[in-house]
């Protein structure tokens, strides 16, 4: 029964990640100005589904400049919002057999958290779309999901087996169901600061009266409003992540006797943690903002790879059997 699940399972992947191939040619099509037919009228649709900004609203280029789809049906990026929710309810079901293949929450090596961590990145993306027309984040969103379970299937696979003894604890939901929220969160917020960057420097070219690369950064929100919507994002995961530093402290005490123990993995946490915090500081009482704060966000996500890809799988700890935060 379990080598069943697993199996069905593994073939979920492969098929979310069609669909996944779908959605980013999709999205793909609407920033480069196909798919898009005018209107006479924008329609005044709710922000549901596809996520779509009701005509007349505040246009989202945190510059002050007109909104480039007004006026404008996005065919493209509707099919695109519609096919990566289908690749998440595939993921979703990948997900939980995975789980009822092994008879636990499917978290416990790195192949597992990162099938999660994968999908909650797309269900954040897909909440965040019921509320904000974010759709211009949808390759940039996409596309690392999609390559990330591409190597997940492809060198992190591990069979589906039940976890060591130290990782049989409550504490285990509690602490990564956390920090893959928080982790969510952070990939799309790094996705916003790299299109801010390429949107700062157009930008500047444009006025210096340069030519400028990237035609398709037209129809992207201005850096302004892409810094602003990167540090939304990363004020609503650091308390997250600081719960889960938190958290992986007193779990750590019930497995192993001692809250800290300058284990690899929870020094590479802690560092997350301090970047993150001095982003924020430096924002909030420094005035950093603009490049300068990029840079310092774009650094932190820097440490999370290294914690994921690097820490995980070539450092010995404690937490080397799991491949977990």
């Known amino acids: 029964m379990g080598e069943s699940l697993a199996a069905t399972s593994n ?59 007004a006026g404008v049906r996005r065919r493209a990026a509707a099919v695109g919002v519609t096919t990566t929710w289908l690749a998440l309810l595939l993921h979703g079901a990948a997900v939980v ?27 954040v993306y897909c909440v965040v779309l019921l509320r904000r027309d974010l759709r211009y984040l949808g390759v940039f969103v996409v596309g690392p999901v999609l390559l990330t379970l591409g190597i997940a299937l492809s060198v992190l696979y591990t069979e589906s087996a039940q976890l060591v003894p130290a990782l049989q604890s409550y504490w285990l939901v509690i602490h990564v169901s956390v920090a893959t929220v928080s982790s969510a969160l952070f990939v799309i917020a790094f996705s916003a600061n790299v299109l801010q960057l390429v949107q700062d420097r157009r930008e500047h070219a444009l006025a210096a009266g340069r030519p400028a690369r990237g035609r398709f950064m037209d129809r992207l929100p201005g850096s302004v409003e892409l810094e602003r919507a990167a540090y939304r994002l990363i004020a609503v995961s ?88």
């Open 11 to 69: 073939l979920l992947v492969y098929s979310s990640m069609t669909v996944y191939a779908v959605a980013l040619v999709a999205f793909a099509l609407d920033l480069s100005g196909r798919g898009r037919t005018a209107v006479a009228h924008a329609p005044q649709e709710a922000l549901v589904g596809a996520g779509a900004r009701p005509a007349g609203g505040a246009a989202p280029t945190g510059a002050g400049a007109e909104d480039p789809d």
């Open 238 to 325: 650091f308390p997250l992540w600081s719960f889960t530093l938190v958290a992986g402290a007193i779990w750590a005490e019930r497995a192993w006797g001692r809250y800290w123990g300058w284990d690899p993995k929870e020094v590479w946490t802690f560092v997350i943690w301090v970047v993150y915090a001095a982003y924020l500081h430096a924002r909030a009482t420094r005035g950093w903002d603009g490049r300068r704060a990029a840079y310092l966000a774009i650094a932190g996500f820097a440490c999370i790879l290294v914690n994921w890809g690097v820490v995980n799988i070539f450092f010995p700890g404690n937490h080397s059997y799991a491949g977990i935060g």
């Open 97 to 123: 057999t995975r789980g009822l293949s092994a008879g636990r929450v499917p978290w416990g090596n790195m192949y597992e958290f990162t099938l999660t961590g994968a999908f909650v990145v797309t269900a």
